[in-house]
């Protein structure tokens, strides 16, 4: 399964090494379920991403310039379609096949994305996932709601996910430039299934305090600051912190 985040991981390479004890395999299980959400985190930054500049001409500075994009003007709505070869690397070195079809009703603002055979890598995606704009004490707010995702390798490995969370463009929104954007995740709950090696795995989280995605990041997807609380069925409650806002901060796993 593509891992978002590594945290420190329990091995064995001698004959004789100790069974691991009760309380070293559920700190593997909670590593594993920590970087699942952060996984499916990444992903859905990476849609929404997709959905926001899919309408812009792709420049050198956006990993679409790989994709082939066509637009078609609907009776009530405007469409897009992301078709990326599998044999092209995009510019952010990553390899992304299938497509990716992208509607926007006529006056809402919200869109929908669905995907066609849509890899990132290895990882194949599916599910509906809806955007909405809402507004919350006079705030706007970009609302994504996914009631069936899932991420999946050849293996049959996979996480299926159900997601509520809010957006807010904190920084950047007055320029037209890419690298000055930060959005906020103001709130965000996750209801995960996780198949890994045939043992299934439920996870329930929810973001703590808020957390920023920052565009000007190498790895612009993966969240910075913040926090969001875990538990797997029959697990305790555990913290991942993503740090203070810098590019170089690491999640610390508690």
């Not at 849609?47 to 926001?52: A, C, G, N, R």
């Not at 069936?148 to 997601?163: H, K, P, Q």
Request: proline share 4%; aromatic share 10%; hydrophobic share 35%.
């Amino acid at each position: 399964m593509l891992i978002a985040l590594g945290f420190v991981q329990f091995s064995c390479s001698k004959k004789d090494a100790p069974e691991p004890t009760a309380e070293e395999l559920a700190h593997q299980a909670d590593v594993t379920a920590a970087n699942s959400i952060i996984t499916v985190e990444m992903i859905l930054n990476e849609l929404e991403y997709i959905m926001k500049q899919a309408p812009n001409n792709p420049t050198e500075t956006s990993f679409l310039n790989c994709a082939t994009i066509t637009r078609q003007q609907l009776a009530n709505s405007f469409q897009i379609e992301a078709s990326f070869s599998p044999t092209a690397v995009c510019s952010d070195n990553i390899s992304r096949s299938g497509k990716l079809i992208i509607n926007y009703p006529t006056g809402t603002g919200n869109a929908t994305v669905k995907s066609e055979g849509y890899k990132v890598n290895t990882l194949a995606l599916s599910g509906n996932f809806s955007f909405q704009q809402v507004t919350e004490n006079q705030k706007p707010l970009l609302r994504l709601l996914v009631p069936d995702g899932e991420l999946s390798v050849a293996s049959g490995d996979y996480i299926r996910f159900n997601v509520d969370r809010k957006s807010f463009f904190k920084e950047g929104h007055t320029t037209n430039q890419l690298t000055d954007d930060v959005y906020e995740i103001s709130s965000a709950t996750y209801d995960l299934q996780l198949k890994n090696q045939s043992q299934i795995t439920h996870i329930d989280a929810e973001s703590d305090l808020p957390y920023l995605v920052t565009y000007s990041c190498n790895d612009k997807f993966r969240p910075r600051s913040g926090k969001f609380s875990f538990m797997r069925t029959n697990g305790t409650e555990r913290l991942v912190s993503f740090g203070n806002g810098a590019c170089s901060d690491q999640a610390v796993f508690q």
